[in-house]
C-alpha cells in the first residue's frame, strides 16, 4: 500500500508468538530526495534491542510526496 501523497502504516513482517516479547528492538532506514541512507535490517533491530530470540517483526512505513521516507523494523523477543 502507498498513498501518492502521504503514507503512514504500520504492518507485519513476520508472525510469530506475540506473547511473552520482554524485549524490542528498532533500526530505521531514511530517504529524502531520493537519497537513502541507513540500516533497517532485522540483525540491526536485534543488535538494537539486545533480542536474541526473535517472536515477531513488524514494520513501520512513512512517506511524504515522495520527498522524505522513513521505513523502520520493530522487532520483539527475547
Not at 504492518?11 to 531514511?30: F, H, L, M
Not at 540491526?44 to 523494523?73: E, P
Amino acid at each position: 500500500m502507498n498513498g501518492s501523497l502521504y503514507t503512514a502504516m504500520t504492518g507485519p513482517i513476520g508472525v510469530g508468538n506475540a506473547t511473552g516479547s520482554d524485549k524490542v528492538g528498532e533500526a530505521t532506514s531514511t530517504a529524502i530526495i531520493g537519497i537513502a541512507t541507513g540500516d533497517s535490517s532485522i540483525e540491526k533491530a536485534m543488535q538494537n534491542g539486545g533480542v536474541t530470540k526473535v517472536n515477531h517483526v513488524d514494520c513501520k512505513v512513512q512517506n511524504i510526496l515522495g520527498i522524505y521516507a522513513k521505513y523502520t523494523t520493530i522487532v520483539y523477543g527475547e
